[in-house]
């Protein structure tokens, strides 16, 4: 039972050009989302996340769109940069009132390459 | 500012074997959380700890158990080790969070464990 997915197992993309990595869920309980790149050897990084009261955030390179109805999400970065290449996991949480509150469930992640 | 740490950084056992990891919060955090990475896919949660206590728990088998010490560092012990134990073992911390409810959404990577179970 996969309640968050991530279709695209690899995404490629030229540098300066935008990067859409797209991740959907199934579990209406998920509040709030995050995005984690992945470098090898190294533990996921947060990089940005979105509230379901809002349907856009915007952090410098990185904006995340959620459209709540379509239970999808999207992180796109603008523009892209050889250094972004990792994996990228989105993850959800159910909301505080829940019992599950701080439990993340991830993605299976996309790799991301950005050639020079 | 030390982040996540985790120790040790790889592990190899064999079936049958207990093991223990260890994982050190970023400073001001006080919840920890467990997670399994299996090649190729993403994190699956095992368990978290707030204020010593277990508070929540994935689908993961009680051979799976944990601590968390006054200090806000966590171990996590796995009895009866199978192949399909091998795996990378992420520890995440977080900020206090709502009164009584421990993390805060947003969670930070420590750069993992990798058991190999032979």
């Known amino acids: 039972d996969q309640q968050v997915k991530q279709n695209s197992p690899s995404l490629s993309v030229q540098e300066g050009r935008i990067s859409i990595l797209n991740c959907d869920y199934t579990?209406?309980?998920?509040?709030?989302f995050l995005w984690y790149k992945k470098y090898p050897a190294e533990g996921p990084t947060f990089l940005i996340s979105i509230s379901s009261i809002k349907d856009k955030n915007e952090d410098g390179r990185f904006t995340v769109f959620l459209n709540k109805s379509a239970k999808h999400l999207s992180l796109h970065i603008v523009p892209s940069q050889p250094g972004d290449s990792a994996v990228y996991f989105c993850?959800?949480?159910?909301?505080?009132?829940?019992?599950?509150?701080?439990?993340?469930?991830f993605g299976q992640g996309t790799i991301l390459t950005v050639h020079p | 500012d030390a982040g996540v740490t985790q120790s040790p950084t790889h592990l190899i056992k064999t079936r049958g074997q207990q093991v223990t990891l260890r994982c050190s919060p970023k400073s001001g955090h006080d919840t920890v959380s467990w997670y399994q990475q299996a090649l190729g896919q993403g994190p699956q949660f095992i368990f978290q700890y707030y204020e010593e206590e277990e508070r929540q728990r994935g689908n993961f088998p009680d051979r799976f158990s944990g601590h968390q010490f006054p200090n806000y560092s966590s171990e996590l012990n796995v009895n009866a080790l199978l192949l399909g134990d091998s795996a990378l073992y992420l520890c995440a911390s977080s900020l206090p969070g709502l009164a009584g409810r421990g993390a805060s959404y947003e969670q930070y990577f420590g750069p993992g464990t990798r058991l190999t179970v032979t």
């Open positions: 579990n209406s309980m998920f509040d709030y």
């Open positions: 993850a959800a949480s159910p909301n505080a009132g829940g019992t599950s509150y701080g439990k993340l469930t």
